[in-house]
T-cell receptor, first 113, second 115 residues
Framework: KQEVTQIPAALSVPEGENLVLNCSFT??????LQWFRQDPGKGLTSLLL?????REQTSGRLNASLDKSSGRSTLYIAASQPGDSATYLC????????????FGKGITLSVRP | EAGVTQSPTHLIKTRGQQATLRCSPI?????VYWYQQALGLGLQFLLW???????NRGNFPPRFSGRQFPNYSSELNVNALELEDSALYLC??????????????FGPGTRLTVL
C-alpha cells in the first residue's frame, strides 16, 4: 500500500527566505508525482508534475525534484512571498491501471511579511 | 479555457438524507475522479470514471456512488448521509486516466455539511 508523508505539518518563515518542502513515499513504482497548492477551503491548484523518468521540473520560482529510488521529492520555493502562504500537497500515482492519486496530508506554509 | 467546475459550492443536509454533487470536466478530458477531504483525514480517493464506466473505487461504502454522462460530466451521490460524511468533495479531470502521462486538474470543490 502506497503511503505518502509530508513533514513538518506546518512551517512559518520570514519573507524572502528560500525554502524546501519534503515529500516521501513508500512504493517507488510510480508513474508520476504532482505538487499542489491549496488555499483555505478551496480546491487544488496543480503546481508541477514530474514523470517517473524525470529528475526535476521548474516553473517560475518553483523547482521540484524526484528521487524515485529513495522515495523522495522536494519542492523548492525561491524568495518566498506572503502570497505563497497556503497548504502544499504532494501526490503520487502508482503504476498500474487504477489511476488514483495518493496524497500526503500537506504542509501548511506561512510566509511572514 | 474553462477549468473543472463543480456545483453546488455548499450543500447542507441532515443525517439520513441524500446528497448529489456535480462536476464538469475540462473540455476534451474523458476521465473524472472524485476525492473526499475530511478534516484531519487528508484527501482520499473515492471514484474514477472514464467513458461512462466506473474504472476504480476507493475504500468507501456502497452508499457512495456516481455516474458519468455521455458529455463526460459526472455526479456523485451519497445516500443515507452520516455526520462523518461532512467534508470537501473535490472533482478532478484528465485525459484518459489509463495513460501513464495524465495530469489531474481539480475543481474548486463542494463543501458538504451534514447536520
Amino acid at each position: 500500500k502506497q503511503e505518502v508523508t509530508q513533514i513538518p505539518a506546518a512551517l512559518s518563515v520570514p519573507e524572502g527566505e528560500n525554502l524546501v518542502l519534503n515529500c516521501s513515499f513508500t512504493d517507488s513504482a510510480i508513474y508520476n508525482l504532482q505538487w499542489f497548492r491549496q488555499d483555505p477551503g478551496k480546491g487544488l491548484t496543480s503546481l508541477l508534475l514530474i514523470q517517473s523518468s524525470q529528475r526535476e521540473q521548474t516553473s517560475g520560482r518553483l523547482n521540484a525534484s524526484l528521487d524515485k529510488s529513495s522515495g523522495r521529492s522536494t519542492l523548492y520555493i525561491a524568495a518566498s512571498q506572503p502570497g505563497d502562504s497556503a497548504t502544499y500537497l504532494c501526490a503520487v500515482r502508482r503504476q498500474g491501471a487504477n489511476s488514483k492519486l495518493t496524497f500526503g496530508k500537506g504542509i501548511t506554509l506561512s510566509v511572514r511579511p | 479555457e474553462a477549468g473543472v467546475t463543480q456545483s453546488p459550492t455548499h450543500l447542507i443536509k441532515t443525517r439520513g438524507q441524500q446528497a448529489t454533487l456535480r462536476c464538469s470536466p475540462i473540455s476534451g478530458h474523458t476521465s473524472v475522479y472524485w476525492y473526499q477531504q475530511a478534516l484531519g483525514l487528508g484527501l482520499q480517493f473515492l471514484l474514477w470514471y472514464d467513458e461512462g464506466e466506473e474504472r476504480n473505487r476507493g475504500n468507501f461504502p456502497p452508499r457512495f456512488s456516481g455516474r458519468q454522462f455521455p458529455n463526460y460530466s459526472s455526479e456523485l451521490n451519497v445516500n443515507a448521509l452520516e455526520l462523518e460524511d461532512s467534508a470537501l468533495y473535490l472533482c478532478a479531470s484528465s485525459l484518459f486516466g489509463g495513460s501513464s502521462y495524465n495530469e489531474q486538474f481539480f475543481g474548486p470543490g463542494t463543501r458538504l455539511t451534514v447536520l
